[in-house]
């Protein structure tokens, strides 16, 4: 059985600071890419940052400067430092996975979603 399990969100003032965590676990053969999503009230799930097994990274317009995607490998486990938080920041926050397992089968997989709330 493979999953996906987060951690970290929580409730922050405007500016502070918030470090998710998302650990793989399982039948994991290997990663390619691992990313986080978010989907606030009223709006689509937007892609906030992505990460290949390689280390290049991609991030939404609205969060670029502002957070950093990294990965451990040896953990098969994704990371998202968030700084300068904005109350347009909250949302819940989805991990993502594209995952191989030991059987060689390729799938997508996602966290349950953990929220961060931003207050003004």
């Known amino acids: ?29 290997s ?5 986080w999503y978010r989907q606030a009230p009223g709006k689509q799930r937007e892609l906030v940052a992505r990460i290949s097994s390689g280390g290049r990274t991609n991030y939404a317009d609205s969060v670029k400067g502002r957070f950093t995607i990294s990965r451990d490998n040896a953990k098969n486990t994704v990371y998202l430092q968030m700084n300068s938080l904005k109350p347009e920041d909250t949302a819940v926050y989805y991990c993502n996975a594209d995952v191989r397992t030991s059987d060689l089968r390729r799938s997508d997989y996602w966290g349950q979603g953990t929220q961060v709330t931003v207050s003004s």
């Open 1 to 29: 059985q493979t999953q996906l399990v987060e951690s970290g969100g929580g409730l922050v003032q405007a500016g502070g600071s918030l470090r998710l965590s998302c650990a793989a676990s399982g039948w994991i053969l």
């Open 31 to 35: 990663i390619n890419d691992m990313g």
